[in-house]
């Protein structure tokens, strides 16, 4: 049984912004934003990284990037665009270990990758 931080946000058992919130999926701001709008997209099923995403888990992928395109919308980022990362396991960066993807955005943003 997983139990990662961001379990204990879903289960409201230590706060976060909340900016959105499905039977799929929740998505949190980021605590530590790296741009002006920083937010998680996570998905409530319990999958650790993408190493362990399955075919059956197609749909929550789509539902991923579709909340992605809604919030480009709602905040009019749909035009300048946006960055959207998920970082797997130790040496890709990832630190909680609960699928979730990133959604970077509201400036210019740098074009390296590591
Ligand atoms: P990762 O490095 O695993 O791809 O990303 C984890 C992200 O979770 C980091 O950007 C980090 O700032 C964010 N994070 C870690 N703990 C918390 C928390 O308690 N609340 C929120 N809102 N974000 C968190």
Redesign the pocket.
């Known amino acids: 049984m997983s139990n990662t931080?961001f379990h204990k946000?879903m289960a409201r058992e230590?706060p976060?912004t909340i900016e959105l919130e499905n039977d799929v999926l929740i998505v949190?701001?980021?605590?530590?934003p790296q741009a002006p709008f920083h937010c998680?997209i996570i998905p409530k099923k319990t999958i650790r990284s993408i190493q362990e995403l399955q075919s059956e888990d197609a749909h929550i992928l789509m539902e991923m990037m579709s909340v992605a395109q809604a919030l480009a919308l709602k905040y009019g980022f749909d035009s300048q665009g946006y960055r959207l990362v998920m970082?797997c396991e130790e040496w890709g960066?990832?630190?909680?270990f609960q699928l979730?993807m990133?959604m970077l955005a509201g400036k210019q943003l740098s074009g390296g990758f590591a």
Do not use: K
Not at 28 to 32: A, E, M
Not at 93 to 96: M, P
């Open positions: 931080i946000i230590i976060a949190i701001r980021d605590i530590n998680l970082n960066g990832q630190t909680v979730h990133h």
